[in-house]
């Protein structure tokens, strides 16, 4: 790339997973000013842990400005479960230079999965239920918020070596994530309606990170898929607990 070169971005919010025993889709959402900008053609190079190359093909399409790549079963079926992983896209872009954009990824048994829904927030505060006449928001769901969430929650695991897709409880993280999203709603509602939100989206998230220092899961260190010891030992979210102010802010229940 040249300094005359456009400079786009490509959202890559986490590592690619390639579940085992299925196909799979990878995208590249590529960027300028807060658009999407569609490639007009590009290729796609696949490589294991071990550097063998797996793929090395033209896109599958391009579909509401995104190059996808349909990544067969029958193309991984032989390969065995592992990080490691690397996917590479050469796009060809408006600017008529071909862009490389490179993620990491791996090749998993399952992926995680958000373990909430709305009617778990609304079943605690109900004022975030937009059925509720006293309901303090027009949104219709807060999916955006539980993405956010999930997101965060898996960066903070790879932060630790926490592979997500090696988590065999993912029922422990309830109680985290509920308190996280609901922090990402407030902290937005005092940006967007009244600034006044902001207090209790701090204590929220002050809390998650109490709540996120003291969780622990089952975990399958060698990928076998069965939990380490026998589910014997459970391993911690974060090597240290996180500080927060005391009081109400540590532990405790929900709000």
Request: glycine residues 8%.
């Amino acid at each position: 790339m040249s300094t005359t070169d456009t400079l786009y971005s490509a959202r890559f919010d986490l590592p690619d997973l390639f579940e085992e025993g299925k196909d799979n889709r990878a995208k590249c959402r590529v960027y300028r000013a807060g658009a999407l900008v569609a490639p007009t053609a590009g290729t796609v190079r696949i490589t294991d842990n071990d550097n063998n190359v797996l793929v090395n093909a033209n896109v599958s399409g391009i579909a509401n400005n995104v190059a996808y790549y349909d990544l067969l079963e029958a193309t991984i079926a032989s390969s065995v479960r592992s990080a490691g992983w690397r996917i590479e896209w050469y796009l060809t872009m408006p600017d008529g230079i071909v862009h490389r954009f490179a993620n990491d990824a791996a090749l998993v048994l399952g992926r995680f999965y958000a373990p909430i829904t709305e009617a778990d927030i609304y079943q605690i505060d109900s004022k975030l239920d937009p059925s509720n006449p006293a309901c303090i928001h027009s949104a219709t769901d807060f999916a955006d918020k539980i993405d956010a969430a999930t997101v965060e929650i898996e960066g903070l695991l790879l932060e630790q070596d926490n592979r997500p897709n090696l988590i065999l409880s993912p029922s422990a993280f309830r109680r985290p994530m509920l308190l996280l999203v609901r922090a990402l709603i407030y902290e937005d509602f005092a940006g967007r309606l009244n600034e006044a939100y902001g207090a209790l989206g701090e204590k929220l998230r002050k809390r998650f990170e109490g709540a996120w220092g003291a969780m622990t899961f089952e975990y399958d260190e060698d990928d076998d898929g069965q939990a380490d010891d026998a589910g014997e030992t459970r391993r911690g979210a974060a090597r240290s607990i996180w500080l927060s102010s005391g009081g109400d802010d540590e532990g405790g229940g929900l709000l």
